[in-house]
């Protein structure tokens, strides 16, 4: 198990998964978590990705195995996790003995990528978001309130679990889904400390990915249902109109969570994308 050790600050827990050739010294490819979740939620990218890439999968702060010690009103907000990343990929770099790292994330993991591909360049090779928002509508805060004040004010009434299924019936996941899956989803969501939880999500309702993008000069890959909840055409229009190397492929889904509802298409888009930029074959017979 993994753990990035730091003085003074949490410690980060991550996921290493590694099936590629052993005398090949192949790239790093890390894979954020969004919102509330962990690393425990790609599990389905995995076994594509991992054949081909060294798979890194952080738990962000006071999530999954990653530290709770600290203060989640003072010591948590989108420059800090950006922080975060930074020092982990600066690790990585280090104990993997490469130059720079692959970055894929998943809706708020996605908006901390674009925030670590604008004020580190040196650090990242290519970024990826998958149905990654610019911005929380305030459509989309009054849905995920569910008729309550907010959706702090939602979760705290309903609980992490109840208030997850819901909203993933409504927002994240297709009604032919599996109940299992349902399960699975607010059982391992609800395992994370509540208070990081509601932290995250004062800071969701509130961050902006606007800012970053003109600095962001890597090649970029957007990942996106075609017809999401969450993001919209005026969101796509600010990435493609602001990013300097940016590229859209669309999943046949209008749900949020494109990334597990087809897994292997999107594992596909990534490594296609990748591969090209580092000259390798990312296809087996």
Request: charged share 25%.
């Amino acid at each position: 198990m993994p753990i990035f050790q730091r003085s003074g600050q949490p410690d980060l827990h991550y996921h290493l998964d590694d099936f590629t050739d052993p005398w090949r010294n192949a790239p790093v490819l890390i894979l954020q978590h969004g919102n509330g979740r962990s690393a425990e939620f790609w599990y389905r990218s995995v076994p594509y990705l991992s054949r081909f890439y060294k798979v890194v999968r952080p738990d962000m702060r006071g999530l999954g195995k990653s530290g709770t010690n600290f203060d989640p009103k003072t010591q948590m907000d989108p420059q800090i996790l950006i922080d975060d990343l930074a020092d982990l990929v600066k690790h990585l770099v280090r104990d993997f003995n490469t130059d720079r790292t692959h970055f894929c994330g998943e809706s708020l993991g996605g908006i901390l990528g674009l925030g670590l591909a604008a004020q580190h360049p040196d650090l990242l090779r290519t970024l990826t978001i998958c149905a990654t928002p610019v911005f929380i509508s305030d459509k989309m805060k009054q849905s995920y309130a569910l008729g309550r004040g907010s959706r702090t004010d939602a979760m705290r009434e309903m609980g992490a679990a109840k208030w997850v299924d819901t909203t993933n019936r409504s927002t994240r996941f297709p009604p032919e889904t599996e109940e299992g899956m349902f399960a699975w989803y607010a059982k391992t969501f609800a395992a994370n400390d509540f208070e990081v939880q509601l932290r995250l999500v004062e800071i969701l309702n509130t961050a902006s990915a606007e800012g970053f993008l003109p600095d962001v000069k890597l090649p970029v890959l957007g990942l996106y249902p075609d017809a999401g909840p969450i993001t919209d055409a005026e969101q796509e229009r600010l990435l493609r109109e602001r990013l300097a190397d940016f590229r859209i492929a669309y999943l046949p889904t209008r749900y949020h969570m494109a990334h597990m509802i087809h897994p292997a298409t999107c594992a596909r888009h990534v490594l296609e994308f990748i591969g090209a930029h580092d000259g390798i074959a990312v296809t087996e017979t």
